[in-house]
Each structure stands twice: as structure tokens, then as C-alpha cells.
């Protein structure tokens, strides 16, 4: 190898690194929608005559970058909330970032082997499909990590027309055609153009569309943002003033149909605090009409299990009782894998709190006349999930506490993804966080009220219920995916015949 060419590759790899980074500027809080595609493009570029065994390593390469700073928050948790060493932390995150990789890898890896650079067609039709394949299989895989799907980066762009028929995966797809159509400009200018105006003016008619009609008068509804620290927030001592906080916001608004409590919101089971603490509090709510939606652990003990069930819920209170028990839980964080088996070898993970137990699917609850889809922290991210119960809701509500991720790019991007399920089922949020973001977001995903992140806030503002079915919310991902491996059968068979 000559040291020109030699110098070309270590060049490229470096570039392959600066394209994921500049990709994450596509995300919030930047939102430069254009610095994601720009990077993929350049991924692309990035792979022409190579060998596949390059390609893989430029993919990897891409990944590290998008991943390694769109995904740094992590070791914000894990270090300063998990008390693990920063040098543990650290390994533990660059391995996270390291398996995200994998995915562009094989992307990367698959496009050169099949030689798709050199056949348009084929190029513009699998390149999609393969890249989309990759994000859903990342966002199902061991539960599943969706963050940063490449759809979320066209939140605010004529692209996100197409969310309530094909979901952030669809806008995924789309997106990636979009680049693989500028990819082949100079070789296809009619076949680029034409798919290029196709996408786009599609993307923007779609918008037009009114997916739902109102369903009742508004909701005056107070949004209650405690930012209590993460380092004490169940300390004993922290308790009472916690619970007096809460109390106090609450009692300060009953003017409101509804009160909203972030996730945790109560840093003791329910069952401690129901007959005394939340009692006084419905005796006063209960003379103005108002309704709470409190987050609180709960503890649950059955006859069929030696060990207690705990569950990460909101509970439904002043009206109709209800609860939701959060289904999606995090690995690691609120569920240990293998938990009895764990705890058999050696007594670990005994820890209360440390293993929940998922809820399952569940109906919407009945809260101040309306019926609310519920969500607690990360398992907004799965839209196809929230997408099951959606269709029989008038709203979606989605407490949190992104309290775990400091002020890094973590809160933006959760609550940028919280917005992507709006427009996938054209339900009004209301989102009550511990520490930001808490909002109001009408159905067309419009942040209509905003409360300054990192202060305590007891944020006010009306909602407009809405009812109506999109064809996301009907089918899922199911499109989407049935598009995918029509695409990718129709691409194998092709390449079947063509050696």
C-alpha cells in the first residue's frame, strides 16, 4: 500500500467518524433536520470501491460517532446516580455505543457485498429497506433501544406528514431514500428528481390532513414539575419535604380539572401514604371537582409468590380510581434479566425498587372525562406499543423523570421523541417531569406551553381531547414493515437472477 493511499484511508475513516457526529445535529435540541441527512449521504460516499471487510469498518466507525455523542448522557447515570467509578462508567457506555454500531456496521457491510453502488435501481429501493430493517431490528432486540432512529431527526420537516401512516420507522425509510435519490443524482437526474418531488410534496400534503375531530369542551389541567435532586430524593429525611411540595402546588391549583404529578413523584409505596397523605389531599380536591394523576411506587403482595411485586404507576385519583403499571422497563434499571436466577446464586438484587415488575397492555384510564393513554419515562419511545391503546384514548399523558440525565442532550431528545408519538396518533400530550421538560403539546405536536427545565413549576394551560383513528394507530409498524420485506425479497430476487 503507498503512504498516499494509506493516508486516504486513515482520512476517510476519520470522516466516517465526523459524519455520525455531524448527524446527531439533526436531533434536539440543535434540530438542524439537514445535518442528518447531509451525514448519511456522506456514509454512503464513504463506501464507495471498498471492500466489504472496509465497509463494515466505516460503518462502525459512523456509529461511534452518531452514538458516542448522541448517547453520552448515559454515563451521566450510570456514574453519578449508579455510584459506579468513572473508569467502570465509562467502559460500560463505550460498550452501550459499541453494540448500537454494530447496525451501520451491517448496513455498511451488506451494501458493499451486494454491490448495490453499481446498480440504481436495486440502490434506491434496498438501501432503504436495509437501513430500516437494521432500526426496527435495534429497536425490538432485548427489549429494544430506538433512540436516535433517524425519522426523529424530521420532527419539525414536511416529512413527519407521513407519521400517522407509517410511523418514525416509515419517516426512516423515506428519509433514506431521499438520500440514496441525491446519492444517484449525477448518474439518474429524472429517476432522483421525480422520487425527490414524489417524497416531499407527498410529505407536505399529508400535513393537511385533520386525522381527528375534538372530543369534549378543553381541560384545564396544571402540570406539576417538583425538581427534586436525583441524589436524595429517597432519603428518609427528604420525605416529608418532598411530600410537602407536592401538597402544596396541588392545593395552590384547584381551580384545574386535573392535576398532574411527575414519575415517583411520591418517594414512598402507596399503600404507606393512601390512608393519611393523598386522603387529606382528595378531601380538599374533591370540594372543587379537580383530578389528580400522581406517580408513586406501588408494592403488591400475592399468595402465588414468596417475594413482593413493585411497580412503577400512576394512579387515577378524585374521580374514577384508576392505575396503569408502567409495562416497558428499563434493563438494569428497573428490571435485573435473570433476576431469580441471580438472586438464588448469591442473595443479590434483593434490593426493593431494584426489580420491577411490567404492568402488561392496559386500557387508557377514565380521568377527568376524558380517557388518558399513559406512559411513564422511557416507554414513550416505542410507538408501537403507545400505538395499541392510542386508538381508545382521547389523549396521551407521559410522566417522567429525566432527573437520571443531568442537563445533557437526554431531556431534548426524549421529549423531541415524546412529540413523534403525537403526530403518529394525533392525541394532545401532557407531559409532567420531575426536572424538564414539562409541556403541553397540542395534536398537531405544537408546544403550545413550556416550563423552564431544572425549576419548580406548577405549569397551567388548556388541552383539547381529540378522538379518530390514523392508520398508525390501526396497524403499528405494520406497514411499514410488510413495505420493507416486499422491498427486500423483490431486491433478493433480483440479485438471484442478475449472477
Given at each position: 500500500?503507498?503512504?498516499?493511499?494509506?493516508?486516504?484511508?486513515?482520512?476517510?475513516?476519520?470522516?466516517?467518524?465526523?459524519?455520525?457526529?455531524?448527524?446527531?445535529?439533526?436531533?434536539?435540541?440543535?434540530?438542524?433536520?439537514?445535518?442528518?441527512?447531509?451525514?448519511?449521504?456522506?456514509?454512503?460516499?464513504?463506501l464507495?470501491?471498498?471492500?466489504?471487510?472496509?465497509?463494515?469498518?466505516?460503518?462502525?466507525?459512523?456509529?461511534?460517532?452518531?452514538?458516542?455523542?448522541?448517547?453520552?448522557?448515559?454515563?451521566?447515570?450510570?456514574?453519578?446516580?449508579?455510584?459506579?467509578?468513572?473508569?467502570?462508567?465509562?467502559?460500560?457506555?463505550?460498550?452501550?455505543?459499541?453494540?448500537?454500531?454494530?447496525?451501520?456496521?451491517?448496513?455498511?457491510?451488506?451494501?458493499?457485498?451486494?454491490?448495490?453502488?453499481?446498480?440504481?435501481?436495486?440502490?434506491?429501493?434496498?438501501?432503504?429497506?436495509?437501513?430500516?430493517?437494521?432500526?426496527?431490528?435495534?429497536g425490538?432486540?432485548?427489549?429494544?433501544?430506538?433512540?436516535?432512529?433517524?425519522?426523529?431527526?424530521?420532527?419539525?420537516?414536511?416529512?413527519?406528514?407521513?407519521?400517522?401512516?407509517?410511523?418514525?420507522?416509515?419517516?426512516?425509510?423515506?428519509?433514506?431514500?431521499?438520500?440514496?435519490?441525491?446519492?444517484?443524482?449525477?448518474?439518474c437526474?429524472k429517476?432522483?428528481?421525480?422520487?425527490l418531488?414524489?417524497i416531499?410534496?407527498?410529505?407536505?400534503?399529508?400535513?393537511?390532513?385533520?386525522?381527528?375531530?375534538?372530543?369534549?369542551?378543553?381541560?384545564?389541567?396544571?402540570?406539576?414539575?417538583?425538581?427534586?435532586?436525583?441524589?436524595?430524593?429517597?432519603?428518609?429525611?427528604?420525605?416529608?419535604r418532598?411530600?410537602?411540595?407536592?401538597?402544596?402546588?396541588?392545593?395552590?391549583?384547584?381551580?384545574?380539572?386535573?392535576?398532574?404529578?411527575?414519575?415517583?413523584?411520591?418517594?414512598?409505596?402507596?399503600?404507606?401514604?393512601?390512608?393519611?397523605?393523598?386522603?387529606?389531599?382528595?378531601?380538599?380536591?374533591?370540594?372543587?371537582?379537580?383530578?389528580?394523576?400522581?406517580?408513586?411506587?406501588?408494592?403488591?403482595?400475592?399468595?402465588?409468590?414468596?417475594?413482593p411485586?413493585?411497580?412503577?404507576?400512576?394512579?387515577?385519583?378524585?374521580?374514577e380510581?384508576?392505575?396503569?403499571?408502567?409495562?416497558?422497563?428499563?434493563?438494569?434499571?428497573?428490571?435485573?434479566?435473570?433476576?431469580?436466577?441471580?438472586?438464588?446464586?448469591?442473595?443479590?438484587?434483593?434490593?426493593?425498587?431494584?426489580?420491577?415488575?411490567?404492568?402488561?397492555?392496559?386500557?387508557?384510564?377514565?380521568?377527568?372525562?376524558?380517557?388518558a393513554?399513559?406512559?411513564?419515562?422511557?416507554?414513550?419511545?416505542?410507538g408501537?406499543?403507545?400505538?395499541?391503546?392510542?386508538?381508545?384514548?382521547?389523549?396521551?399523558?407521559?410522566?417522567?423523570?429525566?432527573?437520571?440525565?443531568?442537563?445533557?442532550?437526554?431531556?431534548?431528545?426524549?421529549?423531541?421523541?415524546?412529540?413523534?408519538?403525537?403526530?403518529?396518533?394525533?392525541?394532545?400530550?401532557?407531559?409532567s417531569?420531575?426536572?424538564?421538560?414539562?409541556?403541553?403539546?397540542?395534536?398537531?405536536?405544537?408546544?403550545?406551553?413550556?416550563?423552564?427545565s431544572?425549576?419548580?413549576?406548577?405549569?397551567?394551560?388548556?388541552?383539547?381531547?381529540?378522538?379518530?383513528?390514523?392508520?398508525?394507530?390501526?396497524?403499528?409498524?405494520?406497514?411499514?414493515?410488510?413495505?420493507?420485506?416486499?422491498?427486500?425479497?423483490?431486491?433478493?430476487?433480483?440479485?438471484?437472477?442478475?449472477?
Amino acid at each position: 500500500m503507498t503512504e498516499n493511499n494509506k493516508n486516504s484511508r486513515y482520512l476517510k475513516s476519520g470522516l466516517a467518524i465526523l459524519a455520525g457526529v455531524v448527524s446527531v445535529a439533526g436531533y434536539a435540541p440543535f434540530d438542524f433536520a439537514p445535518a442528518t441527512l447531509l451525514a448519511l449521504l456522506g456514509l454512503l460516499w464513504l463506501l464507495q470501491d471498498i471492500t466489504p471487510r472496509q465497509a463494515a469498518w466505516r460503518g462502525f466507525l459512523f456509529g461511534l460517532g452518531v452514538f458516542g455523542t448522541g448517547v453520552s448522557w448515559v454515563i451521566i447515570s450510570i456514574h453519578e446516580f449508579g455510584h459506579t467509578p468513572i473508569p467502570l462508567a465509562s467502559f460500560l457506555t463505550l460498550l452501550l455505543v459499541a453494540y448500537l454500531s454494530l447496525f451501520p456496521t451491517l448496513f455498511a457491510w451488506t451494501v458493499v457485498r451486494l454491490r448495490l453502488i453499481e446498480k440504481s435501481l436495486l440502490f434506491l429501493l434496498m438501501v432503504p429497506a436495509l437501513w430500516t430493517l437494521g432500526e426496527w431490528i435495534r429497536g425490538t432486540l432485548m427489549t429494544g433501544f430506538p433512540w436516535l432512529n433517524i425519522g426523529y431527526s424530521q420532527i419539525d420537516t414536511w416529512l413527519v406528514g407521513y407519521a400517522p401512516v407509517v410511523g418514525v420507522y416509515g419517516i426512516g425509510f423515506l428519509m433514506m431514500l431521499s438520500v440514496a435519490a441525491v446519492f444517484l443524482f449525477a448518474r439518474c437526474k429524472k429517476i432522483s428528481m421525480i422520487v425527490l418531488v414524489v417524497i416531499w410534496g407527498t410529505g407536505w400534503s399529508l400535513q393537511m390532513i385533520e386525522w381527528v375531530t375534538p372530543a369534549g369542551k378543553p381541560l384545564n389541567v396544571t402540570l406539576l414539575q417538583g425538581n427534586i435532586s436525583q441524589l436524595n430524593k429517597f432519603e428518609p429525611e427528604n420525605r416529608a419535604r418532598i411530600m410537602s411540595l407536592y401538597e402544596e402546588l396541588t392545593l395552590e391549583n384547584l381551580d384545574s380539572d386535573l392535576i398532574v404529578w411527575p414519575e415517583t413523584a411520591i418517594p414512598a409505596f402507596y399503600h404507606n401514604v393512601a390512608d393519611n397523605y393523598i386522603s387529606d389531599i382528595l378531601e380538599e380536591t374533591r370540594k372543587t371537582g379537580t383530578e389528580l394523576l400522581i406517580g408513586v411506587p406501588i408494592k403488591q403482595v400475592t399468595e402465588d409468590s414468596d417475594r413482593p411485586h413493585y411497580y412503577n404507576s400512576a394512579v387515577a385519583l378524585g374521580g374514577e380510581y384508576g392505575v396503569y403499571s408502567k409495562r416497558h422497563l428499563v434493563p438494569f434499571g428497573e428490571v435485573v434479566p435473570f433476576g431469580n436466577l441471580l438472586r438464588a446464586i448469591g442473595g443479590i438484587f434483593n434490593v426493593p425498587l431494584s426489580d420491577f415488575s411490567t404492568g402488561g397492555i392496559q386500557a387508557p384510564l377514565n380521568i377527568a372525562g376524558q380517557k388518558a393513554a399513559i406512559s411513564i419515562c422511557y416507554e414513550i419511545v416505542f410507538g408501537e406499543e403507545l400505538a395499541q391503546t392510542a386508538g381508545d384514548s382521547t389523549m396521551l399523558i407521559n410522566i417522567s423523570n429525566d432527573a437520571w440525565f443531568g442537563d445533557s442532550l437526554a431531556p431534548p431528545q426524549h421529549f423531541s421523541m415524546a412529540r413523534m408519538r403525537v403526530r403518529e396518533t394525533a392525541r394532545p400530550l401532557l407531559r409532567s417531569t420531575n426536572t424538564g421538560i414539562t409541556a403541553f403539546v397540542d395534536h398537531k405536536a405544537v408546544v403550545t406551553h413550556l416550563a423552564p427545565s431544572f425549576s419548580v413549576q406548577a405549569l397551567k394551560g388548556q388541552i383539547q381531547p381529540m378522538q379518530g383513528e390514523t392508520f398508525y394507530v390501526r396497524f403499528g409498524n405494520g406497514i411499514i414493515l410488510l413495505i420493507v420485506g416486499l422491498v427486500l425479497v423483490l431486491g433478493g430476487v433480483i440479485l438471484r437472477r442478475q449472477q
